[in-house]
Each structure stands twice: as C-alpha cells, then as structure tokens.
C-alpha cells in the first residue's frame, strides 16, 4: 500500500492516488530498501578499486582491513571527501555556467539576458578590485565573469581563490590559511580528491579530511560567486509576499512547475510564461499560465519574483500525482528520475533540459543561453499542448497553501535595518545580540530525507530555537519546509517568538512599513545562497572585529542527504560554525573520523559537526553552543 511519511498535508492526500495508479511514493520506494546495508550505514564499505568491495566488520570479528591494507578510518575518510568533493563540483559548476553566461553577455549579447541589477554589479565590481569608473555595465560584467572564472583556472598554488578573500573577515582567511584549507583553484580541490583518493595514494584519514575541507571551501567559492553573479544578472532578491505548498497549483490554468537549481533556464521561462499566456488562455486555461517552483529553482524565482513554491526536495513526484501539472522543467541537482514515471502515468510533460542531466523516459529539450528564447518557447508551447490532453477528472489538488514573506537577501536585511538606524545598518542587530534580545543567529539549510518525517525535524529544531530568541535564517528544501508550514508569515513571530526576539522583529518590521514584524524565519535562497547568510554573518564579525568562529552563529542541516549538503556542512565548520546534522552521516564505522569531525575540528576551525538525529535534543545543542559562544564574547547568557 502507497503511504507518505510526512507533516505535510498534502502528502496523505496524494498517497492514495499513489495508491490507485500502482506506482511508489519515495516513501514505498524506502521501506523496499530495507533494511539497509549496516556496512554503508557506517561507510566502511569500500568500492574504490575491483580488487573490492571491500568492508570491514565493525565488532571485530572479520577483516579489519581492506585488501591493500586500508583501515576503516580511510576508507570512511575517502568516501566522505569524494561526498565533499561531487558536492563542491555540483555548486561549482552552477557558479561557472552562471559567470560564463555573464562573460558571453558581455562580450557578444545574449538576447534573453541583461544585467538587472546594475548596482549589485557595480558593488561586486568594486569589491573584487575592479576599477569601475570610465566602463561600461557590460564591461564590468566581462570582468567580474573573468576574475570569477580565473577562481577556476588559476595555477599558481600561494594565490588563493579570490573571492573567499572577498567575502571573508581577514581573520577568518588568516586561519584557514594556517590550516591549508584554502584553494587557490575550485576544480583543483575537487581533482585533487579524486586523485588522492585513488587506490594507493592518501592513506592518512587527518590528511584526507583536510583535503575535503578544502573542496568545501571550493564548494563555498563556487556558491558565493554563483549567488552574486545571479543577482547582477537577475536582480536582488527583495521581500515578497507569496504562498507555497501544492495549494498554488490552479485548476483553470497550464501549471508549469520549475525544479532544479540554475537560474539561468527558470528565469527566461517565467519571461516566456507571461508572453505566451494568451496561447494558453486560447488552448482552455482560463487563467492562463501558473509558473510555481519546485526545490531550489523554486527558491530563485520565488525570491525574485515572487513565483509560488509547489513542494520542496522529497515531494517532488508526488506534486505529479495532482493530476494538474502540465510540464515539469527541470535542469540540474536534486532531481529524482522517479518523475519520469509519475509523468509517464499522467499527461505531465517531464522535459529535460541541460545536456549533461538526462532522464530516461523524459523528453529532452536542450537549452542553452543562445537560444534561450526559442527553446523557452518551444517548452511553454510543450507544457500549453499537455495542457489540453490534462484529464480534468484526475485533477486532485490538495488546497494546502500558506502565505510565506520571502527574499531576504543580505542587502535586504541591511536595508531593513537602515530603516532604523541609517547612518549604521548593522548596529540595531549587533545591539539586540549583545544585550542578549536576540540571542544568536542559526541558519537552516539541506534537503528532505525519507529516514525522517517529511519537515517535521526543520519544524521541531526551529520551533525550539525561535522560543530561546534565536534569529533563525533559511535555505533550501529548509526554507521551502518552512515556506510550506507557515514559518515565515507575521503571525508566526507572534507564535513561535520569543519575546525579546518579537520585540526585534517587531522593531525592525515596523520600521521597513509592515504594519508589524519580519517573519520568524527569514528566506535567504536557495542552497548556494547560504553565501548570504555567510555574507550576513561576515559583515557582523567585521563590525565586530572578530572571526566568524567566535560569533554566537550556528547551522543545521536536520534532514540533509545531498553530497552538495555534505559539502555545506564541512565548510560551515570550516568557517567556524557549530553544525548539526540530523541524519546520522555515513562515517560511525571510523572513530578516528568521527574524533576529528566532532572535536578536533573545533581546535583546528572553532566550527564542528553535530550529529543529533533528535531535533528537540539538537536544538538544545545548539542553543548551548550559542551561549558558549556568548560567554567567549562576554556576553550574557
Ligand atoms: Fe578494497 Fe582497498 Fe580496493 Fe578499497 S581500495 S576496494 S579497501 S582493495
Ligand atoms: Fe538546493
């Protein structure tokens, strides 16, 4: 029988319909896996070389060792850095399609694209030591692309990247440069993952975990690079008022859901949608074209245009069970090929676009930014066609949707706070840290995962934390949770604040003209995004004077299980931050790793993971973190 293991409504109601067309839910398709491999479970297996797979027996009865000698400490250690390393590869190659995409706009135009924001390009400019006087924006775009770009080909080992520079407090680089853990060139650290973790090479686990801190720096490079790049070219994500959950899907109008992560494809759709919206009309769909987001494309056009959000990760195929999706565009991450064949059961059209990310049964239409145009069109004209064959009696559109406030964007957060005190935006937050009214920041970030209740994890964590007054920032498939349960509307701070923390809210809402407070949970993105909240945190240790270690910061990934999530972990550590992660990681088999990522790390980076898999437990974990970090400030506790 299809079942659903989630909070969110939605979910029980599509489960049946799961049910009655004899095909799995994420859920189904878990239970059939168990019970899972124990040896995968603690990352003791080892398929590096044929001579394998090679496990090791963790009560020491079996092998202790693998065929050419490997311990489990270095067998769990190279498969954990591979995780950071294809984390770091899938973050940056969105950076680099999006810096080439800029590059190509400003050398020869790209008619789909402008630089929106020519400001924020301006700002990038300036802080990457670029002379901006006398040149044109396509000018500048040019060089931001090539100086971003350079982060990727630079050979010279003493010049690291250069915009971890940019955007980290000097202290903070200082000591990760002692640690060697900055890369002077993204696809370098991930290469060099690969190639030390080949059969007979690197078989000291320290080692190895510094090397994957490394390409999670890398990882980090690749996102903040992506992030600014994508404001310049597609605007500043300011507030906007929308609503998410399956809700947003209407019955008398062509749905188009977005899913995937690059703005570069979703952006020109949603330019396309409006042009075409008569064509649907004209093909039936009273209210014409209804663009709603899916996982982190959901996250980018829901920030900055305020594009509803259908689901988040773990949902994805379910939404296909509506019955009131037409087509499914998706291009690259976090994409299960199981909505081929929940697209194959109704009329929803599931269309490929990126070369390199294919799904058997899917239709395939190649985008790419030259021809963005018509190949968005002939995509809306696809999703307009399915639209007539859509069978209005299997048509089942759970009425689930809350409002959500989102598109805080650093720049958005300063403003608001420049609203009450302009000549320094970021004191009435350092003010309101140091009296204790908000007692510390922690940012939400990570997927869904089947091994927990679909967002009850995000839901309990944040609930928890929000009543100790902690400012709560969110990424995401964590953003979209709390987007879909209501976390991130007004009555949400009066509900789940604490008090000093409202009074903030309230202060600061008010004065940005809300009638009221910010919402509890402020929506930062999607997962390269969480620069921002690096961004954010950043310009409070500068103010500060301080390493970002020592701010009363923490992260929490409750419900991660994407490599690219592993790889946000491990850099926030580097960075300093205390983190959580609530899926036990695939590393228990190896006590030395589990040493070195729980304690060492926290002499090395001041940051170290949290693996709690009880949300209410972690979050006390973490709020004692905070306070640990407050009386290192001096601060009250
Ligand atoms: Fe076994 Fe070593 Fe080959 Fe891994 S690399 S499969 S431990 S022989
Ligand atoms: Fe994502």
């Known amino acids: 029988m299809s079942h659903s293991n989630s909070i969110d409504k939605s979910m029980a109601i599509l489960a049946p319909i799961a049910e009655q067309n004899g095909i799995d839910t994420p859920w189904d398709r878990y239970e059939k896996m168990l019970p899972q491999c124990g040896f995968g479970e603690l990352g003791v297996c080892c398929r590096i070389c044929w001579k394998g797979p090679c496990r090791i027996d963790p009560f020491g009865n079996g092998p202790d060792r693998g065929i050419c000698g490997a311990t489990a400490e270095v067998i ?103 640690a060697g853990v900055l890369p002077h060139n993204i696809d370098a650290a991930v290469a060099n993952v690969m190639a ?19 390409a999670a720096m890398a ?57 075409l919206n008569d064509e649907a009309i004209a093909a039936g769909a009273s209210a014409g074209i209804n663009v709603v987001g899916i996982c982190c494309t959901g996250n980018e056009v829901m920030m900055r245009r305020g594009v509803p959000l ?37 009329h929803t059209e599931v269309i490929t676009t990126m070369p390199d990310n294919k799904i058997t049964g899917a239709r395939h239409v190649e985008f790419s930014e030259k021809d963005a145009l018509d190949r968005a069109r002939e995509i809306v004209r696809i999703c307009i066609d ?71 994890a995000y839901m309990t964590v944040v609930k928890e934390l929000l009543a100790r007054n902690v400012l709560v920032l969110a990424t995401g498939c964590g953003a979209g949770a709390f987007a879909k349960h209501g976390m991130m509307t007004q009555e949400a701070t009066e509900e789940f604040a604490g008090e000093s923390l409202k009074g903030v809210l309230t202060a600061v809402g008010t004065a940005a003209g809300l009638e009221g407070p910010l919402p509890p949970v402020m929506h930062m993105g999607s997962c390269v995004d969480n620069s921002r909240a690096v961004m954010l945190a950043s310009a409070l240790a500068k103010a500060l004077d301080k390493d970002l270690s020592e701010l009363p910061v923490v992260a929490s990934a409750p419900e991660l299980m994407s490599e690219k999530a592993v790889a946000i972990g491990s850099w926030a550590v580097a960075l300093g931050f205390p983190t959580h992660v609530g899926i036990m990681p695939q590393i228990t088999g190896a006590p030395g790793v589990v040493e070195v ?24 974990t973490l709020y004692d973190a905070i306070l640990e970090r407050r009386k290192g400030l001096g601060l009250s506790v």
């Not at 977005?258 to 570069?264: D, E, S």
């Not at 980076?605 to 006390?620: H, N």
Request: net charge negative.
């Open 76 to 178: 769990v250690a190279r498969n954990l850095i591979r995780m950071q390393a294809a984390g770091a590869a899938a973050h940056s190659e969105h950076g680099r399609h999006i810096a080439l995409a800029m590059k190509h706009l400003g050398e020869k135009g790209l008619d789909a694209y402008a630089i929106k924001d020519e400001a924020k390009l301006k700002g990038v400019a300036e802080r990457l030591g670029i002379e901006a006087e006398g040149k044109t924006t396509l000018e500048l775009a040019v060089e931001v692309a090539d100086i971003s770009l350079n982060d990727f080909m630079n050979q010279d080992h003493h010049k690291e990247c250069t915009w971890l520079s940019k955007s980290l407090p000097p202290v903070t680089i200082e000591r990760l440069r002692k």
């Open 196 to 214: 030390r973790t080949h059969v007979g090479c690197d078989s000291d686990h320290v080692n190895l975990l510094l090397a994957g801190i490394r």
């Open 386 to 456: 399915a639209y007539r064959k859509r069978d209005p009696h299997r048509v089942n559109i759970p009425q689930q949707k809350e409002t959500a406030i989102v598109g805080f964007s650093t720049e958005a957060i300063v403003e608001a706070l420049s609203l009450v005190n302009a000549e320094d935006p970021l004191k009435p937050l350092i003010d309101a840290i140091v009296s204790g009214d908000i007692k510390g920041v922690a940012l939400f970030a990570g997927c869904n995962n089947v091994k927990i209740k679909q967002d009850h």
């Open 597 to 620: 990522l729980t304690k060492t790390a926290k002499d090395i980076f001041g940051g170290y993971f949290i693996p709690e898999t009880d949300p209410v437990k972690a979050a006390e």
């Open 219 to 275: 990882d980090y490079t690749g996102m903040v690079l992506a992030t600014e790049l994508s404001d310049s070219m597609f605007g500043t994500p300011k507030p906007v008022i929308t609503k998410a959950n399956l809700g947003v899907l209407k019955e008398d109008a062509v749905n188009i859901a977005l899913h995937g992560h690059n703005p570069l494809l979703s952006e020109v759709i949603c330019d396309m949608a409006m042009l």
């Open 310 to 346: 259908a689901t988040n990760y773990l949902s994805q195929d379910m939404a296909i069970l509506t019955g009131a999706i037409d087509g499914m565009v998706v291009d690259v991450q976090c994409i299960m090929p199981s909505i081929a064949t929940f697209g194959s059961c109704f």
